[in-house]
T-cell receptor
Framework: SQQGEEDPQALSIQEGENATMNCSYK?????LQWYRQNSGRGLVHLIL?????REKHSGRLRVTLDTSKKSSSLLITASRAADTASYFC??????????FGAGTILRVKS | DVKVTQSSRYLVKRTGEKVFLECVQD?????MFWYRQDPGLGLRLIYF???????EKGDIPEGYSVSREKKERFSLILESASTNQTSMYLC????????????????FGPGTRLTVL
């Protein structure tokens, strides 16, 4: 069953703009991750945020986590055409397994 | 860098055929996973393995089996392929809990797009 649900399903922006994607989940977690998938390829890990963290940065990525609302957001600043991809959140469950959402499709127009 | 490879990028098979999808990782990871990905459904876990010869069912194991004879290799088997198994198949690996690292981070292969006619 899906734990993480991303919003919006699709997002189209101009190069240089910021992109924000949201993820909601249902049960308590130890951590939440974001992955990127370029068209027809495998997923690449972007960032992991633990349940006791509220915000984390990595380059142009900023992730926030609100455990009281069971939600997370991924912000990509100063987007580039190369950021065009699908983005997935994933929450942990027992046994090192992950539950993935359906993803947000981001299109950055140049 | 972790490298996870899958035997084929694209595969076309006929209904009823036995299909083998191979996955190899080069970082000595104990954990390996097979997912299928379908539009609007995200990734769904088929099977996973914590060690050689050890396997457990995921969320959608019906119609699939797996084999892990060596630590680096995890095979997904479709005993009798059906059209509803047309999908993108993704393999992943991760570190064990005892490693002390971010053991929930998974490393993915490039995927195999399987079409069953």
């Amino acid at each position: 069953s899906q734990q993480g649900e991303e919003d919006p399903q699709a997002l189209s922006i101009q190069e240089g703009e910021n992109a924000t994607m949201n993820c909601s989940y249902k049960t308590s977690i130890n951590n939440l991750q974001w992955y990127r998938q370029n068209s027809g390829r495998g997923l690449v890990h972007l960032i992991l945020i633990r349940s006791n963290e509220r915000e984390k940065h990595s380059g142009r990525l900023r992730v926030t986590l609100d455990t009281s609302k069971k939600s997370s957001s991924l912000l990509i600043t100063a987007s580039r055409a190369a950021d065009t991809a699908s983005y997935f959140c994933a929450t942990d469950r027992y046994g090192n397994k992950l539950v993935f959402g359906a993803g947000t499709i981001l299109r950055v127009k140049s | 860098d972790v490298k996870v490879t899958q035997s084929s990028r694209y595969l076309v098979k006929r209904t009823g055929e036995k299909v083998f999808l191979e996955c190899v990782q080069d970082m000595d990871h104990e954990n390996m996973f097979w997912y299928r990905q379908d539009p609007g459904l995200g990734l769904r876990l088929i099977y996973f393995s914590y060690d050689v010869k050890m396997k457990e069912k995921g969320d959608i194991p019906e119609g699939y089996s797996v084999s892990r004879e060596k630590k680096e290799r995890f095979s997904l088997i479709l005993e009798s392929a059906s059209t509803n198994q047309t999908s993108m198949y993704l393999c992943a690996s991760s570190l064990p809990p005892t490693s002390g690292a971010d053991t929930d981070t998974q490393y993915f292969g490039p995927g195999t797009r399987l079409t069953v006619l």
